[in-house]
C-alpha cells in the first residue's frame, strides 16, 4: 500500500498525513537554520568585541612606546635624583572606522630609582579598557618589564 497514491476512499488521511510530515520536516529544518544563525551572531559577537580588545591592547602598548621615548628627551641620566609622579589623558578618535578611546597616561618615579613605571589605560566607547604597565631606564632609555591586564 502506497501511501503517496492511496485507494480513493482513504485520499483524505493520506493529504492529512503527507501534510504533517511535511510540517515537521519543515519544523526541522526551520529549527536547524535559528540555530545556525544564533551560533554565527554569537561568534561574530566575540570576535568583535575581541577586535576592539586588541585594538586597545595596541593603542596603549603604543601609548607607553611613545611616552617612552618623550621620557627619554626629557629626562637625562643625571635626573635620577629628582621624585616624578605625572599623568594626563589623551583623547583618540578616528572618524573613518568610527573608534574612539581615551588614554590615561601616568609617570611615575622614586628619588634616586634607576627606572620610571609608565602605565597607560585604553579606555573604549563600550566601556571596555585595557591597561598596560612598563618601566623605563633612566640609565639606558629602554622600555622593558610589560605587565598587560
Known amino acids: 500500500m ?5 485507494p480513493s476512499k482513504r485520499r483524505g488521511a493520506a493529504l492529512i498525513v503527507t501534510v504533517l510530515i511535511s510540517f515537521i520536516l519543515l519544523s ?4 536547524v537554520a535559528f540555530n545556525i544563525t ?6 561574530e559577537g566575540w570576535q568583535t568585541e575581541h577586535y576592539e580588545e586588541q585594538q586597545l591592547l595596541f593603542l596603549a602598548r603604543s601609548g607607553a612606546a611613545a611616552l ?3 621620557l627619554k628627551k626629557e629626562y637625562r641620566k643625571a635626573d635620577n635624583g629628582e ?8 583623547n583618540v578618535t578616528d572618524a573613518a572606522r568610527g573608534f574612539e ?5 601616568a609617570v611615575s618615579a622614586d628619588a634616586g630609582a634607576s627606572y620610571m613605571r609608565i602605565k597607560v589605560t585604553a579606555s573604549g566607547a563600550g566601556g571596555k579598557s585595557v591597561s ?12 622593558y618589564g610589560w605587565d598587560i591586564k
Do not use: H, M, W
Not at 502506497?2 to 492511496?6: G, H, T
Not at 526541522?28 to 529549527?31: A, D, F, H, K, T
Not at 544564533?38 to 561568534?43: E, F
Open 2 to 6: 502506497n501511501i503517496f497514491s492511496p
Open 28 to 31: 526541522v529544518l526551520s529549527l
Open 38 to 43: 544564533v551560533g554565527t551572531l554569537r561568534i
Open 68 to 70: 617612552g621615548s618623550q
Open 83 to 90: 621624585e616624578i609622579n605625572k599623568s594626563g589623558v589623551i
Open 101 to 105: 578611546a581615551s588614554l590615561d597616561l
Open 132 to 143: 598596560a604597565s612598563c618601566r623605563y631606564g633612566r640609565d639606558n632609555g629602554e622600555i
